[in-house]
């Protein structure tokens, strides 16, 4: 099974601010890794596939990079809409089980 | 516009069985894999089980494996989740979510979620 470890678990933060969250694997990803923002009460939502490519309507502000075992989503300037619980996901070599990080929890500093 | 809207939870005894549906509207259903995804309350993101468009193929995470039954009725674009011998560890959201382009991939539509609670 990969093990995908995001830090921080917390992040302080304040708007305007560029926040960088990484996601590390236990072993290479190529490029098959997505990020998603959960709101409290509220479902994740999908903002990047294939480690860099933007999902439909999100904001040009959130971007991702990274290849192999080591993965970043960068929030350019953060909005009040930004305040949210990121997770990464992989879904490397198509075989189960498809592994989540730990979360990356984004509060206003 | 792509909507998933999920039902079917409860409070069950450990012990017990619970069945939990997933009605898919604005895509066409047969052509994607679809996961059922939990989150423990207050705890991360677990994937728990995918099937393919046509339901030939099927996917289990280790801990639900043999307690846990996915199917889909194409006809009524249905998902369903069958859960059986339910533990107080299974307590959580269940979603169900549309897989990105193939059977294990990224998910780009999820449910509102449903509430399992597994206790006596």
């Known amino acids: 099974e990969i093990q995908m470890t995001q830090s921080p678990s917390t992040l302080s933060a304040s708007l305007g601010d560029r926040v960088t969250i990484t996601c590390r694997a236990s072993?290479?990803?190529?490029?098959?890794l997505a990020w998603y923002q959960q709101k409290p009460g509220k479902a994740p939502k999908l903002l990047i596939y294939k480690a860099s490519n933007l999902e439909n309507a999100v904001p040009s502000r959130f971007s991702g990079s990274g290849s192999g075992t080591e993965f970043t989503l960068t929030i350019s300037s953060l909005q009040p809409d930004d305040f949210a619980t990121y997770y990464c996901q992989q879904y490397n070599s198509f075989s189960p089980p498809l592994t989540f990080g730990g979360g990356t929890k984004v509060e206003i500093k | 516009d792509v909507q998933l809207v999920d039902s079917g939870g409860g409070l069950v005894q450990p012990g017990g069985s619970l069945r939990l549906s997933c009605a898919a509207s604005g895509f066409s259903f047969s052509v994607y894999a679809m996961s059922w995804v939990r989150q423990a309350p207050g705890k991360g993101l677990e994937w728990v089980s995918a099937m393919s468009g046509s339901g030939t193929d099927t996917y289990y995470a280790d801990s639900v494996k043999g307690r846990f039954t996915i199917s889909r009725d194409n006809s009524n674009n249905m998902l369903y989740l069958q859960m059986s011998s339910l533990r107080a560890e299974d307590t959580a959201i269940y979603y169900c979510a549309r897989a990105e382009y193939q059977l294990l991939s990224c998910f780009d539509y999820w449910g509102q979620g449903t509430l399992v609670t597994v206790s006596s």
């Open positions: 072993q290479s990803i190529n490029n098959y």
